[in-house]
C-alpha cells in the first residue's frame, strides 16, 4: 500500500516536466538563434546569406524525415537513458559548430543537432505521458513544451545579443553549456522508468494517418503556413539591414520583439481557441499574416528606411502574434479530426511543420538570391494565403470523424 501511495505521490509532480523542459528549451534556442546571427556568419565564413540559408534548410528537413524514423528504431530503448544520451549528444553537435572553421563542418553540427532534437522532443513528450497522472498530464506536457515558448520569448533574443556582442561561435558554445546543464539534471532528478509499454506508431500506420483526407488538408494546412513564414524569416536581418538600415544591435532588438509578439500569441492562442473555437483563430491569425507581410512589401518598395523603421517593428510584433497564435488552434483542429490515432495525427504536424520549414527556407534563398529582400514578402503571402485556402476548405468539408477500426 505504501508503494502504491509513493508512486501515485510521484504521478501527481510536475518537477520531470521541468527537467525535461530544459532540452527543450536548449533545443528552441538553437534553433531560432541562428537567424539573426547569418549576416555575420557569412561575413566571416565569406558565403553570402542566399546560401547560408541552407544551414536553417538542411536542420528542418533532418528533422522531418530522421525524427519519426529514429523516434520508430529507438522506440524500445528506455526513455531516461535515451534523453539523457540524445542531450548529451545535442551538446556535443553544438561543441561541434563551436569548433567548426568552415561552412561544411557547421552544415555537419547542425545536421547532428536536428537528429539529436527530433528524436528528444517526442521521446520526453511520451515519458511525460508515463510519469504523470491523467489529470496533471495537460498541464505537464504545456510546461515541457514550454521551453520552446521561452526559448523564442528569451533564449532567442538573447542568443542574438551575445552572437552579435562575442561572436556567433559564442552563441554555440553558450548553448552547448545549458545542454550540458539538462544532461546533468536529466541524471540526477527524472525518474528512471521502462518506456517500452508505451508503443510507437509504426511507419504504415503514420502513413494511414496521412492518407485520411480530413487530416491530410490540417497537415497541409501547417505546411504552407510554416512555409510562409519561415521563407521570410530565415532572412529577416538582411531584410532589416537594407530596408530599414538596422545593425546587428537593431536587428537583435527586432528579433527580441518578434519572440515577445510570437510568446503572446500562443498564450492568445490557446486562450482563444477556448473562447471561439479553434477555426476562427485559424482564419484571423492567417488573415493577419498575409496583411503583414504585404506590410514588409509596402515598406521594402515605397518607404525610406528612417520611414520604414516603426511601421517594420509593428509589424514585425504582429507577425509573431499572427504566426503563434495560428499554432495551438490548429493543433486543436487535428485533434478533432485525427480521432481515434491523435498522438500520431500530432506526432505528424511536427514533421510537416518542419518540412515546410526547409522548403519555405529553401525558397527564400532563391527569392533572396534573385530578386532581393522586396520580393521575400511575396512567397509569405502565398504560403499563408494557401494555407488559408485550404483551412477554409476543410471547414467547409468538416464531419464528424468515422472511427476507424
Known amino acids: 500500500m505504501t508503494s502504491i501511495s509513493s508512486e501515485r505521490a510521484a504521478g501527481q509532480s510536475l518537477a520531470p516536466a521541468y527537467i525535461m523542459a530544459l532540452g527543450t528549451f536548449a533545443i528552441g534556442t538553437e534553433g531560432f538563434m541562428i537567424v539573426p546571427l547569418l549576416p555575420e556568419m557569412g561575413e566571416d565564413l565569406s558565403l553570402p546569406v542566399s546560401e547560408l540559408g541552407s544551414l536553417v534548410t538542411v536542420f528542418t528537413l533532418t528533422l522531418a524525415i530522421t525524427s519519426p524514423l529514429l523516434t520508430i528504431l529507438f522506440g524500445r530503448v528506455d526513455r531516461k537513458r535515451l534523453l ?13 559548430a563551436w569548433a567548426s572553421q568552415g561552412y561544411w563542418g557547421i552544415f555537419s553540427a547542425r545536421v547532428l543537432l536536428a537528429m539529436a532534437a527530433g528524436l528528444y522532443t517526442p521521446n520526453a513528450n511520451a515519458l511525460m505521458g508515463a510519469l504523470v497522472v491523467p489529470e496533471k498530464r495537460g498541464r505537464a506536457l504545456a510546461i515541457l513544451n514550454g521551453g520552446l515558448t521561452i526559448a523564442i520569448a528569451i533564449g532567442l ?62 497537415l497541409a494546412v501547417i505546411f504552407f503556413w510554416a512555409l510562409g513564414t519561415y521563407s521570410v524569416w530565415t532572412y529577416i536581418a538582411p531584410y532589416l539591414n537594407q530596408v530599414d538600415g538596422l545593425g546587428p544591435n537593431g536587428i537583435s532588438a527586432v528579433v527580441s520583439v518578434w519572440g515577445i509578439g510570437a510568446a503572446i500569441g500562443i498564450v492568445l492562442g490557446g486562450t482563444l481557441n477556448d473562447l471561439m473555437g479553434a477555426r476562427p483563430v485559424v482564419a484571423v491569425s492567417l488573415i493577419l499574416a498575409v496583411l503583414v507581410f504585404l506590410s514588409l512589401i509596402f515598406f521594402a518598395r515605397v518607404l525610406t528606411p528612417d520611414q520604414a523603421i516603426v511601421p517594420t517593428v509593428i509589424a514585425v510584433a504582429f507577425w509573431g502574434i499572427a504566426i503563434w497564435a495560428f499554432y495551438p488552434a490548429q493543433i486543436a483542429t487535428l485533434i478533432q479530426v485525427g480521432q481515434p490515432a491523435v498522438p500520431i495525427a500530432v506526432s505528424l504536424s511536427t514533421s510537416f511543420m518542419y518540412l515546410g520549414f526547409a522548403v519555405g527556407s529553401a525558397i527564400g534563398s532563391v527569392v533572396l538570391s534573385r530578386g532581393g529582400v522586396g520580393d521575400l514578402g511575396i512567397t509569405g503571402v502565398i504560403g499563408e494565403g494557401i494555407a488559408l485556402l485550404i483551412a477554409t476548405y476543410a471547414g467547409a468539408r468538416i464531419t464528424q470523424p468515422r472511427r476507424v477500426t
Open 157 to 218: 533574443p538573447i542568443g542574438s545579443l551575445i552572437g552579435n556582442a562575442l561572436g556567433w561561435r559564442v552563441t554555440f558554445l553558450g548553448v552547448a553549456a545549458l545542454s550540458i546543464i539538462a544532461v546533468v539534471a536529466l541524471v540526477a532528478k527524472l525518474p528512471r522508468t521502462d518506456g517500452t509499454e508505451m508503443r510507437i506508431a509504426s511507419v504504415a500506420e503514420r502513413l494511414a494517418i496521412v492518407k485520411r483526407p480530413q487530416v491530410f488538408r490540417e
Open 84 to 96: 539523457v544520451l540524445t542531450m548529451a549528444a545535442f551538446a556535443l553537435a553544438n561543441l561541434v
